[in-house]
Structure formats: C-alpha cells, structure tokens
C-alpha cells in the first residue's frame, strides 16, 4: 500500500476534508516545499510512514487516484483497489504559515515534516538540476544566520508538532559562500547541543570538514548521489556530473571512517535510472561503509521534468527488495533508521534487522 500511494497518490473525500481542515485549524495540509514532501504525512498499520501526492499539489500525474483518505468514525482510513489501512494523519506545526517578528515567514527558513526541522541557509541553489524545483523558483541568495536561529528555535518549540532533531540542507553555495555555510554549520552546532543535527549537501572542495563537525557535534551526514547512471546523471544533472563519481564515493568513504558506522547515508533518486543503475549505486554506497536511502522520484511541476511519470509501484517493490537484500548481506541496512523520517522514502520497518524506531518522541497525529 505505501509503494502504490507514493506511486499513484489519494484523493481526500469530502467528510475527511472537512474533519482535517478542523483538526489542523485549516492549515495548509502538507509540507510542500520540495516535490518529496507534497503529499500529506499518513501513518498507516504496522508503524508504515507515507507522503502520499494529492491532486492539488501533484495535477501534473495525478488525475484520478484509485486510493482515497476517508473518515472512518472520529478517524481515517485509506482504501482503493482492495487494499485498506487505518490512517492517522500528521498534522502541520502551527508556525508553518506563520511570520516572525519582523514579519517574514518562518518557511522562508525552516520546514517541519515529520519529527524533523529542515533549515535552508541558501535561497535557490548554485547548481540546476532538472528534477529539483528550488533553482527553477528561487533566485540564489543568502539568508539572515540570526533569524534562522530564531525560526529553528520556533520549530523546536511548536506547541502543536514540535521538531525533535534538524536537518542543515541545500541549495548548494556559490563558492564565495562556502566559509557563510561553515558559519551556519558552527552556529547551528553550537546553539543547539542537545539536538540531533544533521547536515545534508554536496561534496564541495574545502566545505565539509568532516573532523571539525565531529568534534562540534554533527550526529550525521548526507551526501547525495543521487543518480548513478553516468549518462542520466549528465542528462540530468550536469554540474553533480562533472564533480565526478569518484569525489562522492571517496568522501563517503572517507566520512564513514571518521564517523562510525550508520553515521554517512547518500540517497539515490529511484525511478530515473534503470533499476540495474539504482543498484550498482547502492553497493556502492555500501562498499564505502555508508547508508543507502532511496528515494522515489516526484515530478514537480516546475521543472522540466513536470511531464515525467513517477516509477511504478512494482518498480519501487522490486528496488527495495533488491536493494534490502544487498543491505543485509553486507551486514548494513537501508536507511533512515527514524520512522517519521521515512515516510517519503522506499524504507520499511523491516528494513533494519532490529526494525526502526522512533529516536524522539512520536509525533502529533490525529
């Protein structure tokens, strides 16, 4: 069911609609900054996490979804070709939408989805690729390093969905703005020492020092590969391409070794790559000692991939199988061990031999 809602999404049925306008104070009902994160967070049985796209945010492929959210007594349910689950629905902090003191909104900084905050210190990206909407309507800048403190600051202490850990994410610098970020990186470290934080982001010569982070407290790194097909990765996205392979898998390599294990994870982008291609990616990964996550393409309509179909459910079935195996077999898993932060990703609670857990508090769900 999770692979078929990411594949094929839901629609809301009019009582569901109307029960979560009310629960959620007629908040916007998904977290929809990046194509991944579009859909509504459900927890469905068995702790099993999902974005699921909605027609109002995913009109570019999704037109008649066969799954619907429905309302089943004071709750939900999700149902649509003989497949159904109980259904709770994460609901949006109460500072998304809302402004700061000066009167900018929070989201210009920071974006709740699951248990986690997402901090963007760059505005737009200094790359473009073809699948990612940030560079597509952002103009490149950077952004106010007291007012980002103050908004994660905001988001950790929400009185709806507090975040329990940080994620520091993309765009990617300009190089000018490499020692900037090395500042958000420190300050962030250093304002908050008693919450997980995580950085995710390119590989850039001189930016990530992989010893000093350790010692300021990072509790984990991304590095994205994102597409390993050579040929689709310069298609697709060219200016990761010319970084070269090599430069990502010897940093992984390098990072895992200075972290520890379960510490370094590289997501691949599933669905714009033979399935053969998603896998040579994940071993890989896993021959450098890191945590593969997979992560299924979403179509976004303002990029010039709008027009692409999302990979079919069988194909995400056949990938996390495949690659669940590969994981086991190298003594590792897939990642992100934290169930909230696996609900747009191809991860299951079975993916970790001791299954995922929740490493905070559970979220607020209704």
């Known amino acids: 069911l999770k692979f078929r809602l990411l594949a094929e999404g839901l ?23 990046f194509a991944s994160t579009s859909g509504v967070i459900l927890r469905l049985a068995d702790d099993v996490w999902v974005n699921a796209p909605i027609p109002q945010y995913n009109a570019n492929f999704l037109q008649a979804p066969p799954f619907a959210l429905d309302r089943a007594g004071d709750g939900f349910v999700v149902h649509g070709d003989s497949l159904e689950s109980p259904a709770e629905f994460w609901l949006t902090p109460a500072y998304h939408g809302a402004r700061n003191p000066d009167g900018r909104p929070y989201n210009n900084y920071v974006f709740t989805h699951g248990d986690r ?11 473009r690729c073809q699948f990612c909407n940030v560079p597509y309507e952002d103009h490149y800048a950077t952004k106010s390093v007291d007012e980002m403190m103050d908004a994660v600051g905001r988001a950790l202490a929400d009185p709806i969905q507090p975040a329990q850990h940080i994620l520091i994410s993309g765009g990617t610098p300009t190089r000018r703005d490499i020692p900037y970020l090395q500042a958000v ?15 995710m982001m390119v590989p850039l010569d001189g930016l990530l020092d992989v010893q000093r982070l350790r010692t300021l407290g990072v509790h984990e790194l991304s ?15 060219r200016q990761k391409y010319l970084q ?4 990502y898998l010897d940093f992984i390599g390098k990072a895992s070794a200075i972290l520890g294990p379960g510490r370094v994870r590289a997501m ?22 890191g945590i593969p996550v997979l992560s299924p393409f979403r179509p976004d309509p303002a990029t010039p991939l709008r027009d692409l179909p999302p990979p079919s ?3 995400l079935e056949e990938v996390y199988l495949r690659a669940n195996d590969m994981a ?35 979220p607020t769900m209704v």
């Open 11 to 33: 629609s809301i049925s009019p009582s569901a609609m109307s029960l979560l306008l009310e629960l959620n104070d007629n908040r916007q009902l998904t977290p929809a900054d």
């Open 117 to 127: 905050v997402r901090l963007s210190p760059i505005q737009g990206c200094a790359m």
């Open 185 to 199: 990186y420190e300050r962030t470290l250093g304002e908050f020492p008693l919450v997980d934080i995580d950085i």
């Open 223 to 237: 590095i994205n590969i994102e597409l390993y097909d050579r040929a689709r990765a310069n298609a697709i996205m």
């Open 244 to 247: 070269g392979l090599d430069h």
């Open 268 to 289: 691949l982008m599933v669905g714009l790559e033979s399935i053969e291609g998603t896998l040579a990616g994940v071993r890989a990964i896993l021959e450098r000692g």
């Open 313 to 315: 459910a069988k194909h």
């Open 328 to 362: 086991r077999d190298a003594g590792m898993y897939l990642g992100p061990t934290c169930l909230a932060c696996t609900h747009n990703t191809i991860t299951l609670s079975g993916s970790h031999p001791d299954g995922l857990s929740y490493h905070h508090r559970v």
